[in-house]
């Protein structure tokens, strides 16, 4: 029995217990471990799992909060324990269950050249390991080196003549790597001579996503689900890029159907949370996507967009008081500092991070000085027009939060000039004016949001605006 008092403590079933369950009891796992490895020293399987489920560890660390440094002195150990098992006896990776489960976890903590280290080795003592071929695909993925990945393909597909994922593989690969005429080539080469593959479907739908060609995408699916009785469950994934393809498309009321169709069959499918949280938020209905971004990254804490998505969420839903408002920034400010964890100099969220800091600056004026810097910095960073355009205005913003209306003038004006299609700068810049009781300034600030945008949601919110100042002028 596991973890039972007093009982002979089985390495099978602790291997069940880490392996079968998506949160494990970690820390008693390698408790047992510890007690297999004392009664047994030369033990070198039960120190090698020790060393997965010390990853595993990190992992989950990582995933609770991946700015606290806890989870790296964590993985550091089990990476000292599995360079010790590879000197040791690396034959211990003919092993499936423990490779497979080894480098799976070193790719979800990022230590992915340790993984190709220890996929490498696996396979050479077991070349016929199909899981441990398709994990050394994956980690070849994950670091990018596509024509090594298209090689391990083709090598693949020698040893698995009748296996279909590596033929997705070998084609997607192809598109990853620019040649995309010759990816759509082999991949209807492949579903020639395979016409119900699922795999293969799935290999053209993601070609066609990569190319741009989302109509051609949802038609291509849509013919090959009506003519494959298989189960929904085993089309999920085909249907959640039918999603995809939609939302690209900007059908957001039938992309919303379609992943909701999705949870139907998996409530817990991180995708197509994301997904609908991602399309609540395109149509401005910020409270229900923060509910399904909220649960898309507790499902998948390494959804990096959906941390952002979350933050931009919280940002912007409306509040019932002062309070409520500061919890739910200090919230953003922890859900965009994640992204940022994962994806460094990306400037839209570093944006993010600095607006968030400003609305922080209503409860802390400190504060308005570090989003200063924060916005001043991005603007050295980027020539992208609309980025800049967000910049100089929320630089408008922090010098009028501070009373110096001349000043935020200017820069409301320079962030027209830089993209005079960022509409938000017209109703700051209205704002400002009405604040300081020139209304006619206000009123043609907002008119200029109908030359500049078709999107329906900011010209109602002009008009609603334009409606309130002549209301109060009347």
């Not at 006896?89 to 280290?117: G, H, R, W, Y």
């Not at 507790?298 to 002062?322: G, H, T």
């Not at 209503?362 to 989003?371: I, P, Q, S, T």
Request: hydrophobic fraction near 40%; glycine fraction near 2%.
């Amino acid at each position: 029995m596991l973890f039972g008092k007093g009982k002979n403590i089985d390495l099978d079933d602790i291997i069940k217990e880490l392996v079968e369950k998506q949160r494990p009891n970690v820390k008693k796992v390698i408790k047992n471990l510890d007690s297999i490895i004392k009664r047994e020293p030369d033990n070198i399987k039960a120190r090698a799992w020790k060393a997965a489920a010390t990853i595993v560890q990190a992992r989950l660390e990582r995933h609770k909060n991946p700015l606290n440094k806890k989870w790296r002195k964590i993985l550091n150990d089990g990476l000292s324990q599995l360079k010790k098992i590879m000197e040791r006896d690396p034959t211990i990776f003919s092993d499936e269950k423990l490779a497979v489960e080894t480098v799976m976890q070193l790719c979800n903590v990022a230590a992915i050249d340790v993984a190709l280290e220890v996929v490498n080795v696996a396979i050479k003592y077991n070349p016929s390991s199909e899981l441990l071929w398709i994990g050394k695909i994956n980690v070849l993925q994950g670091l990018n080196k596509t024509d090594e990945v298209i090689e391990t393909c083709k090598q693949a597909m020698e040893l698995f003549k009748d296996k279909a994922i590596f033929k997705q593989y070998h084609a997607v690969a192809l598109a990853i790597a620019g040649r995309y005429d010759e990816a759509l080539s082999v991949i209807n080469k492949y579903l020639e001579e395979d016409p119900g593959s699922i795999e293969l479907a799935k290999g053209k739908a993601r070609i066609l996503m990569s190319m741009k060609r989302y109509e051609e995408t949802v038609k291509f699916i849509d013919e090959f689900v009506s003519r494959i009785p298989e189960m929904m469950s085993s089309k999920l994934d085909l249907i959640k890029i039918k999603g995809e393809a939609l939302y690209h498309m900007e059908r957001y009321d039938d992309a919303l159907k379609v992943f909701k169709e999705v949870l139907k069959h998996n409530k817990n499918d991180a995708d197509a949370l994301y997904y609908i949280g991602a399309i609540l938020n395109k149509q401005y209905r910020f409270k229900e996507a923060y509910r399904y971004l909220k649960k898309a990254v507790e499902l998948d804490p390494e959804n990096v967009d959906a941390w952002f998505k979350l933050a931009y969420a919280l940002e912007m839903m409306d509040y019932d008081d002062r309070q409520q408002f500061l919890d739910a920034l200090i919230e953003a400010r922890d859900a965009i500092e994640r992204a940022l964890f994962f994806d460094p100099d990306n400037m839209v969220y570093k944006l993010k991070k600095a607006n968030i800091i400003r609305h922080l600056g209503m409860f802390d004026e400190k504060l308005l000085d570090e989003a200063w810097r924060l916005f001043k910095d991005i603007l050295k960073r980027t020539d992208d027009s609309t980025i800049r355009a967000s910049a100089l205005c929320n630089l408008g913003n922090v010098l009028s939060d501070k009373g110096r209306y001349e000043e935020a003038i200017r820069y409301y004006r320079e962030a027209i000039k830089a993209d005079p299609n960022f509409v938000i700068t017209y109703f700051d810049f209205a704002y400002l004016y009405e604040l300081l009781g020139r209304y006619d300034d206000a009123l043609k600030c907002l008119r200029e949001v109908y030359k500049h945008t078709s999107n329906d949601y900011w010209r109602r919110e002009a008009e609603k605006y334009i409606k309130e100042i002549k209301r109060r002028l009347s």
